[in-house]
């Protein structure tokens, strides 16, 4: 009873946040891309958002979902899987594949037509074929013995439900208050400040932090993002500080949504012990910190794209699922608002919500080759999403001339390799191998189970993962042919790959008992289920949050704790309304309230607007940044020319402030910093002339009560008559 109602409640809070993020979405969309709405209108009109919300709860609250009879409504072919006896042909049919594998891996390896590792290669090629027919020659006697349950949901249902809950309730009061802006924050939370301090401007509809004359924010696809405009709107609205929304609120918000998507797919899945499996899911995840992990976007959960990384997959993994078994309006909606939910996180939603769609429909379409009908319904949710591209396109299309080929969403040229990136090998390239030899096994394992549904769902997704997410050419191919891996990088997370460490978790869980008689086995799995419980919670008692994530937590705090406060005190100094050359904190200054005008925030960022301006003025922006970051004079130039040259270059571009470290400066751990003997006395030379030469130019300047920090104003009226 009390796992029934614990089901039933958490059913109905993921209907609770689709409702609520998809229905935002489409709000903000016909506001901000049809009308372009300001923050002001956005409140004007909210009653409407009010109301849309109220129907769509009352609708689908009180609609059976059938999310409780997952295994009552199968979504496979029953004559589809099939169970042969091992035989020579099995044996003969897998060495033959083994060999061709082989051979093409070494050719790959050979021609150099691949930048995945031989060793890599080896694994998949190897692997594949033995799984793959070992799932249609499987012994029928294994069978005969295996219960046709679903496993141990019946057996221990309270208990595994309450460590679901009481590990996520956990986790949540451990990661609220823990978070802290980092480096690219500067964008994200200059979105949300800027939005706050031009409440009566279009949202987005302009750059607000370089001061050019770019129609959009970033990038055109950028504009249809709404995280943070609603952050900006709650904060607003309610009167609280944007950065505790920001940081505290909504990831803790995110995590408890993260758990809840995760727990519906592995009951849609049909896993054994569910709330083990996204425990166990949970617990790779802390420790998961290679690359572009999803270690790295749970310990940055305040990011709208790591909420998508980690979210999107389960959650549309579900409605999809829901859509195909039971094809109603209703279901179709739901499955609507949750791709619209994916679309509002983050531009990267462009790709991945379509692919995840595609790939949910490939493991729970009723039957892989027939059912069309249902696929296209399934694929006209994510209309949202390509209205969207399109959207992004004619922006592109309507800005000056060359803006598509810079800044588009695919890089003209293709690829001189296959070589991708390193660092954007999901989770690195060990994990990678680890998760592959974990997808080939799956399906033999999930076979002891003894749920067909179970095993046909898990099949199915096995297979999906090992030929698309982790099959060693595609991501390459992707590459090449695009010429840019920014599809290749987001691929990998249209795919719950890190839930099936849980699935694993979850089937293993089962064989702690004999078949036969089960009353003395259950107190048993009760009795490690409860220790498992308690010692989780005193792991998490113990245990500082900083050390949960591994490197990255650390590197990034101790990166940002000084200089987070350091630019504090600099913006104090800066008055309202000011263009602002800030050396290595402009990616942090757009962070406070009443961000002002910058020459540059990060490269990537002055770089996607280039097209606004001129090929000098780009390129003196760039060089300013670098004198005001470094400290030095300019390559081949004497320190006079180069001081000459700032004060010249900051007239021209209009800048009324200068911003500069004047002792220490930036440290960034994860880049090596080879020592140059003297170069801090340099860097203190050129410290003290800059300061001297901005003064005899006109320029105010101040130092911040650590005295590590200098902001130079430039004051009103003649340099020269404020001189004498």
Not at 78 to 93: E, N, P, T
Not at 400 to 417: F, H, K, Q, T, Y
Request: glycine share 6%; net charge neutral; charged share 15%.
């Amino acid at each position: 009873m009390i796992t029934h109602k614990a089901n039933y409640l958490i059913e109905r809070a993921i209907i609770v946040f689709v409702c609520l993020w998809g229905n935002w979405a489409l709000y903000y969309w016909f506001m901000v891309l049809i009308f372009d709405a300001s923050l002001a209108d956005l409140k004007l009109f909210s009653p409407l958002l009010f109301l849309q919300i109220c129907a769509s709860l009352f609708v689908f609250l009180r609609t059976d979902l059938s999310f409780s009879n997952t295994y009552s409504k199968p979504c496979f072919s029953q004559g589809w899987f099939s169970i042969g006896v091992l035989d020579k042909r099995f044996y003969f049919v897998s060495i033959t594949a083994i060999a061709i594998a082989v051979t093409i891996v070494c050719a790959v390896h050979h021609y150099q037509l691949s930048s995945d590792s031989l060793t890599y290669n080896l694994v998949w090629a190897l692997l594949l074929p033995i799984s793959f027919f070992y799932l249609f020659y499987f012994k029928r006697s294994t069978s005969e013995h295996i219960p046709e349950a679903s496993g141990g949901e019946q057996q221990a249902p309270t208990l595994d439900i309450l460590l679901l809950i009481l590990c996520t309730t956990v986790l949540a009061f451990n990661l609220y208050g823990t978070s802290f802006p980092t480096y690219d924050d500067g964008f994200y939370i200059g979105v949300i400040s800027s939005t706050l301090a031009n409440p009566d401007l279009p949202i987005q509809g302009r750059d607000f932090l370089l001061n050019t004359s770019a129609p959009f924010t970033l990038h055109p696809s950028y504009r249809p993002v709404g995280y943070e405009v609603l952050i900006a709107f709650w904060s607003d609205f309610l009167g609280i500080d944007p950065l505790k929304l920001y940081l505290d609120v909504f990831p803790t918000l995110s995590i408890i949504l993260w758990a809840v998507a995760a727990y519906m797919f592995m009951r849609t899945v049909g896993v054994p012990y569910p709330g083990v499996a996204v425990v166990a899911a949970l617990v790779a995840l802390l420790f998961w910190n290679n690359g572009f992990s999803p270690g790295r976007a749970l310990a940055f959960l305040c990011w709208g794209k790591n909420l998508l990384w980690l979210v999107g997959a389960p959650l549309l993994f579900v409605f999809v699922s829901l859509f195909m078994r039971s094809q109603s309006i209703r279901t179709w909606l739901l499955l609507l608002l949750a791709v619209c939910t994916t679309g509002i996180w983050s531009s990267s939603a462009v790709f991945v919500a379509p692919i995840c769609v595609v790939l949910a429909c490939l493991v729970f379409c009723p039957s892989i080759t027939t059912n069309l009908r249902t696929k296209a319904y399934a694929l006209l949710s994510t209309a949202p999403i390509f209205l969207i591209a399109i959207y992004a396109i004619l922006m592109l299309i309507q800005g000056p001339d060359g803006m598509v080929e810079d800044v588009s969403l695919i890089e003209l040229g293709r690829s001189e390799s296959f070589a991708i990136r390193q660092d954007r090998v999901f989770g690195g390239r060990y994990m990678q191998e680890v998760l592959l030899v974990l997808l080939l096994l799956l399906p033999l394992v999930g076979r002891t189970v003894g749920n067909r549904t179970f095993q046909v769902n898990l099949f199915r997704i096995c297979l999906v993962g090992v030929f698309t997410v982790m099959a060693p050419y595609l991501i390459e191919i992707i590459a090449y042919y695009t010429g840019t891996d920014i599809l290749s990088g987001r691929f990998q997370y249209a795919y719950p790959i890190v839930l099936l460490v849980g699935v694993m978790a979850s089937i293993v869980l089962i064989h702690f008992r004999p078949y036969g008689e089960l009353a003395a086995d259950t107190r048993a799995r009760s009795a490690v289920i409860v220790m498992a419980v308690a010692f989780y919670g005193f792991f998490f008692g113990i245990m500082d949050s900083d050390y949960i994530f591994g490197n990255t937590r650390l590197w990034v705090k101790a990166f940002f704790e000084s200089d987070f406060e350091e630019a504090r005190a600099a913006r104090a100094l800066i008055p309202d309304g000011s263009f602002v050359a800030a050396g290595d904190m402009d990616d942090i200054l757009p962070i406070f309230p009443n961000p002002p005008s910058f020459i540059e925030v990060k490269s990537s960022y002055l770089a996607s607007h280039r097209n606004f301006l001129t090929a000098k003025e780009f390129a003196a922006r760039k060089e300013l940044f670098w004198l005001l970051q470094n400290r030095l004079p300019g390559e081949g130039k004497s320190l006079k020319n180069t001081l000459d040259w700032m004060i010249a270059t900051s007239e021209e571009l209009g800048v009324t402030s200068i911003v500069f470290h004047a002792v220490g400066g930036r440290h960034r751990p994860y880049v090596e910093r080879i020592p140059i003997p003297g170069l801090d006395a340099q860097r203190e030379v050129f410290v003290k002339a800059l300061t001297a030469r901005l003064g005899m130019a006109g320029y105010e300047c101040a130092v911040t009560p650590s005295g590590r920090a200098t902001v130079c104003n430039r004051m009103s009226g003649d340099p020269l008559k404020q001189q004498t």
